[in-house]
T-cell receptor
Framework: NAGVTQTPKFRVLKTGQSMTLLCAQD?????MYWYRQDPGMGLRLIHY???????AKGEVPDGYNVSRLKKQNFLLGLESAAPSQTSVYFC?????????????FGPGTRLTVT | DAKTTQPTSMDCAEGRAANLPCNHS???????VYWYRQIHSQGPQYIIH???NNETNEMASLIITEDRKSSTLILPHATLRDTAVYYC???????????FGAGTTVTVRA
């Protein structure tokens, strides 16, 4: 199993450009998440999904949109990138619908907006 | 979710046990204690979790006090590869969201 993969690994955008980050998991997990991590800070939840076709807002959703058209994929979109969105983005997934379950994280996407 | 308090940093000698404390004095009865770590530039990695009993797996042991207001993660034989930021997180089981704080930066020295 590849686990959780993220595409691309690195990206540089200019202010106002758009892009989509792709997260894929091959563990048949129901839940998927997008986090961002800024220097010296912990991870902050952007959006999450509890199943195919569903999405919900996390702590810092502004400026981002997401879609979960297929169970194995979770896309994060930036419609008009801003320098404040320079960050490392992590995707994660988890399997359990009831009870505690651990989240499995991808390797991250490093995004710079100039 | 209950808030957690961890030391900012700590050092540990290679081969020795590393004991990482976490305070969660406002924890509720249905909240679990989770530990994750993040090695530099990588995604976070799950370590262990528990509710009220002590837990052990191949990576670490988790000791939770009887009143559940604090816990300790124990890495029994720290190696250089254990150098990472360790996060203590408290959450209810049905709440799938994780709230990461600043964590403890653990440096294992040869």
């Amino acid at each position: 199993n590849a686990g959780v993969t993220q595409t691309p690994k690195f990206r540089v955008l200019k202010t106002g450009q758009s892009m989509t980050l792709l997260c894929a998991q091959d563990m048949n997990h129901e839940y998927m998440y997008w986090y961002r991590q800024d220097p010296g800070m912990g991870l902050r939840l952007i959006h999450y999904s509890v199943g195919e076709g569903t999405t919900a807002k996390g702590e810092v959703p502004d400026g981002y949109n997401v879609s979960r058209l297929k169970k194995q994929n979770f896309l994060l979109g930036l419609e008009s990138a801003a320098p404040s969105q320079t960050s490392v983005y992590f995707c994660a997934s988890s399997y359990s619908k009831q009870g505690p379950s651990e989240q499995y994280f991808g390797p991250g996407t490093r995004l710079t907006v100039t | 979710d209950a808030k957690t308090t961890q030391p900012t940093s700590m050092d540990c000698a290679e081969g020795r046990a590393a004991n990482l404390p976490c305070n969660h004095s406002t924890i509720s009865g249905n909240e679990y204690v989770y530990w994750y770590r993040q090695i530099h530039s990588q995604g976070p990695q799950y370590i262990i979790h528990g509710l009220k009993n002590n837990e052990t797996n191949e990576m670490a042991s988790l000791i939770i006090t009887e009143d559940r207001k604090s816990s300790t993660l124990i890495l029994p034989h720290a190696t250089l590869r254990d150098t990472a930021v360790y996060y203590c997180i408290v959450r209810v089981a049905v709440d799938y969201k994780l709230s990461f704080g600043a964590g403890t930066t653990v440096t294992v020295r040869a």
